[in-house]
């Protein structure tokens, strides 16, 4: 398991939204209320390509990943840390 960049994550919140190249968007850009105007299908699509991509998978009734989903940077520190203690376990239960 591969931890991404911060760059290599968005890069894949703009491929996964198909995001035209003239929308600017940076690690805080708010994904929800900003001027990406996404919605709930959006979040089901983002959750869907991290849980393919990374094998974390994002509970929507869970609080903090709803408040993950603030902006690129919350959800990349939120989802990288769920890898994190899943590379941690796994080397825990090796040991």
Do not use: C
């Not at 894949?12 to 708010?30: G, K, P, Q, W």
């Not at 991290?50 to 993950?68: P, S």
């Amino acid at each position: 398991m591969v931890i991404p960049t911060e760059h290599e994550f968005l890069e894949l919140i703009i491929e996964t939204l198909n995001l035209d190249s003239d929308v600017e968007i940076t690690a805080e850009t708010a994904l929800f209320g900003g001027n990406l105007d996404l919605n709930s299908i959006d979040a089901l699509e983002i959750g869907a390509v991290i849980n393919q991509r990374f094998k974390v998978e994002l509970k929507v009734e869970d609080e903090a990943t709803r408040q993950a989903y603030a902006n690129v940077r919350s959800l990349y520190i939120f989802v990288t840390d769920k890898m994190r203690q899943k590379i941690e376990a796994k080397e825990a239960n090796a040991a």
